[in-house]
């Protein structure tokens, strides 16, 4: 099994910063792209920033310029730093391993994280 572990939300006020964390672990051969979505409450869960494991982003257009992602792929370990945030950042944040490989018979799968929540206060 493969297992997402999210940190680093938590409450902010506007204008300030949080750095997010989100290390997998598991049977992993390899992953493809690593990223961060998040859903406010009554929203759907959208897109904030991926990487794939060659180090190609993207991001939505509400992050760009204020987000970046990195990630460390010895660790299966991806970061959003997220400066400049605004109240309409708050939400809860989930971290998502997509193709991931666990063996070399199966299909690669998407893992998701349980979430962590960012708030950030005017």
């Known amino acids: 099994q493969v297992q997402l572990v999210e940190s680093g939300g938590g409450l902010v006020q506007a204008g300030g910063s949080l750095r997010l964390s989100c290390a997998a672990s598991?049977?992993?051969?390899?992953?493809?792209?690593m990223g961060w979505y998040r859903q406010a409450p009554g929203a759907q869960r959208q897109l904030v920033a991926t990487?794939?494991?060659?180090?190609?982003?993207d991001f939505a257009d509400s992050a760009k310029g204020r987000f970046t992602i990195s990630r460390d792929n010895a660790k299966n370990t991806v970061y959003l730093q997220m400066n400049s945030l605004k109240t309409e950042d708050t939400a809860v944040y989930y971290c998502?391993?997509?193709?991931?490989?666990?063996?070399?018979?199966?299909?690669?799968?998407?893992?998701w994280g349980q979430g962590t929540q960012v708030t950030v206060s005017s």
């Open positions: 990487i794939g494991n060659g180090g190609n982003t």
């Open positions: 598991g049977s992993i051969i390899s992953i493809n792209t």
């Open positions: 998502a391993a997509i193709r991931v490989v666990v063996d070399l018979w199966g299909e690669p799968r998407t893992y």
